[in-house]
Every structure is written in C-alpha cells, then in structure tokens.
C-alpha cells in the first residue's frame, strides 16, 4: 500500500497530477483546492490513498492527515465513491466539513455534483460517530456556529458564488452580526471588494 509520496510535480492536469518520485511517476488523482495551490516544478509530499478495484488501481493524494482521514471516512459509506469523496473535499474545508457532520446539518454536502439529498444525509448519520474522534483531534472550536450561516452560504450559493468562495469569506463575516439577513449582507460586501 502506498500512503507517502514525496516528489516533484511532473505534470499537472485539472483532477490529477503525475508526481516524479525516484524517477518514477506516479499519477495521484487530487482535489480542486489542492490542485490550484500546485504548479509543475513544485516540490511536495503527499499522503496517499490507494483505492483499489478489479478494473483499476488509482492513488489519491492529500497534503494533510485529516484530509486523507475524511476521505477514506466518506468513501466508506455506500454510494460515495472516490471522485465524489474528492468533490465533497473541495467543496469546503476539512473543518467545515466536520462541523456540518457534527451539526447534523447536510446542506453543505448537497450542493455537491455527484451526491444527492439522500445520500448527504446518510454521510450525516454514519459519519457523525466517527468524525467526532477527528474533529477532537483537530480542536474544532464551536461547532454551534455552522447552523447559523447554513442559511446564509445557501443564499449567497443561490445568488451565484462558488461554495468555496462563500465558505472563504464566511469566516471573515463579524460575529456581532448574527442575523441571517446581516449576515448576508456583511458577507456581500465582503465579496464586493
């Protein structure tokens, strides 16, 4: 099993990279987030997971822990394969991510390509035992806060920014607004620079 690459960006494409480690390389399918933080010549390292079927052999990279602990956690839940366990990952943080489990709440992981109403809601209900031990070791702070913006992040989704830029300016959004109208409309403003 293959779970570290350290190497040099070879080629970059828009799902996957080929890695050159000791002159060998390897092609690591990653995510959307990771991929725009890449460039060919760079030198990086990789937790990997290799996923295995009778028809292919595909490794999938991460650049931290809790993301490669996430994605095997979402590939083991019926009907979430690894491209859509890649999408999930790219639709947020891992942080974001965790809270959403926690909170019960599976807007979040609805909006993504690939994964329906049910099956967000089974990731919610499998993955909320589990995620916990994660998201403890991550200090995740408040976990209360996702519920309040889920309303907000639909909105502003619904107006036509991309999940991860509402996600990214979210955080900035102050917290002495905390009514969902405010709150979009500090949100927008933010956007608007």
Known sequence: MISYLKGMVLLKKAKYI??????IGYQVFINDKTSTRLNEGDEISLYTHQHITESSQELYGFTSIPELELFKNLIGISGVGPKSALGVMASASVEDIIQAILSEDPALLRTVSGIGPKTAERIVIELKSKI?????????????????DIEVIEALIGLGYSRREVMEIIKQVPAALTDTSDRIKGALKLLGK
């Open 18 to 23: 080929i890695l050159n480690v000791g002159n």
């Open 132 to 148: 916990g031990k994660l998201g403890k070791e991550m200090n995740l702070k408040d976990i209360s806060a996702a519920p309040r």
